[in-house]
């Protein structure tokens, strides 16, 4: 697929390529009260390349959303009850080698092929040639491949996602120990096909220094000694190279440290530098700045920004923060109690937004009293999720909800060219949403 695009601002130009589809997505959650509806049939697709914000009111299931896509969920409670989030990986461009060209698009990266017709179309792969994968059906060895390597995640807390009893290098070797295995073999001279060479074995041989095991390393052989130096030496430069990319200063005393060594905003980082390490092709994040200070926030969002763009990944950027998703989005989805109601562009969904709730939200301005992190109020609460009836959801707070509202439940339409909207107003009530109801 060559495009005739002339490139002339340093950020790869956003393709319409799909790189991930969620389609009628539903999470529920199993509780004493009944079941809880928090994710009840999402739509949306991710573009590759773009940053997709996920807005809406606490609660309205935008970090379940997230954390399908790696199925970072807990099940039970949790109940995968429907849906798919068909994911396709990328891989280096075979045409340039990831130097970047017309065939990629300048990215380095192309889809990769369909691994049963190998590209050339297939039924499995619909005859687009391109691998598809279900994230929610894919085995879990499959999904632990993925996971950290094509996709990665960044959460508010970094305190959860890093292990306090690691030191820094510890952890982000992992990493590469996990996903790069072939390429540490390489590094140390061993041939990949080699027997015994695993990842167990590799991961042993790395860490013996480390454990303080010394006179283990003296039983070792002169040729196992210069391996074990050779991988030790490839794994600090990917972990010091991690580190310095998130700008992180001194990253070899760093290394040495443990989480609680470092300060919030470091933590933060050495998370990034951890999520980023394998140049996933999709980043969610989830509210990742909410619990530092606004000057630290802005430098992380920054950041985080400039190795989206630098990259050419995707990202699902997951806030309350309407004012930050206006400046680091390209588009923007908002959810309300588990539904996704509104999606389209930035700048469209922000100047001309449709749906009374996506009006309600940008007009409700946020007052010192607004705690940080959260939106300001719309007047009414958000319905219960247990076993919602045939209605709009919104129609309890809604100042324009009309006949059809409380009866029928409307479905995401387009209103404008990449502009949707579920609302009765726009939509006036058709066999579809008829149906759906
Ligand atoms: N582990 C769980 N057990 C039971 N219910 C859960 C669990 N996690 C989430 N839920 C339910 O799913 C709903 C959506 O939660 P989710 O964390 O996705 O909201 P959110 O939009 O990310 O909110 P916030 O902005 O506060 O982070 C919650 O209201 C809750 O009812
Ligand atoms: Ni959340």
């Not at 990253?251 to 996933?280: K, T």
């Not at 926030?297 to 806030?319: F, H, P």
């Not at 999606?343 to 749906?355: A, M, S, Y």
């Amino acid at each position: 697929m060559s495009m005739e695009m002339s490139d002339t601002k340093s950020a790869r130009p956003v393709t319409p390529v799909t790189i991930a589809s969620v389609r009628g997505l539903k999470v529920h959650f199993q509780s004493k009260a009944g079941r809880v509806h928090a994710v009840d049939g999402v739509d949306f697709d991710v573009r590759d390349g773009e940053t997709l914000g996920l807005v809406g009111e606490t609660g309205c299931g935008k970090s379940v959303t997230g954390r399908a896509f790696l199925r970072l969920l807990p099940v039970p409670p949790g109940i995968l009850a429907g849906g798919s989030v068909m994911f396709r990986p990328q891989t280096t461009c075979p045409d340039c080698q990831g130097d970047g060209c017309e065939r990629c698009d300048d990215s380095g990266r192309r889809p990769a092929p369909c691994p049963k017709c190998r590209g050339q179309g297939c039924t499995t792969c619909d005859q687009t040639g391109i691998e598809s994968l279900d994230l929610l059906t894919i085995s879990d060895a499959r999904m632990r491949d993925i996971r950290g390597d094509r996709i990665a995640m960044i959460f508010q807390d970094p305190s959860k996602a890093l292990n306090p009893t690691l030191t820094i290098g510890e952890q982000l070797g992992e990493v590469f120990l996990q996903h790069r295995h072939a390429d540490l073999l390489a590094a140390a001279g061993i041939a990949e096909d080699q027997p015994g060479w695993q990842a167990s074995a590799l991961r042993r041989l790395a860490s013996q220094q480390d454990r303080g095991t010394d006179r283990l390393l003296v039983k070792l052989s002169g040729a196992m000694r210069r391996k074990h130096r050779a991988i030790r030496q490839a794994l600090d430069e990917r972990i010091a190279a991690a580190l310095s990319e998130t700008q992180i200063p001194n990253p070899q005393r760093v290394m040495q440290s443990f989480p609680h060594e470092l300060s919030g905003g470091m933590r933060q980082r050495v998370m990034i530098a951890q999520a980023l390490a394998c140049d996933p092709d999709l980043i969610i994040a989830d509210e990742p700045t909410t619990a530092l200070d606004v000057t630290v926030q802005a430098r992380i969002l920054d950041l985080v920004r400039q190795l989206q763009t630098s990259r050419g990944s995707s990202v699902i950027y997951i806030s309350h923060d309407l004012s930050v998703v206006r400046h680091i989005c390209d588009r923007v989805a908002v959810m309300y109690a588990g539904r996704v109601v509104e999606i389209g562009d930035v700048e469209q969904l922000f100047t001309n937004p449709r749906h009374p709730y996506t009006q309600g939200l940008l007009a409700a301005v946020p007052t010192t009293r607004t705690p940080r992190g959260q939106l300001a109020a719309i007047p009414g609460s958000v319905p219960e999720l247990i076993d919602p009836g045939p209605s709009c959801r919104f129609a309890d707070r809604c100042a324009k909800a009309h006949g059809p509202c409380a009866s029928h439940d409307p479905a995401l339409q387009p209103v404008s060219a990449g502009h949707d909207v579920a609302c009765f107003l726009e939509h006036p009530i058709t066999t579809a949403s008829r149906a759906r109801a």
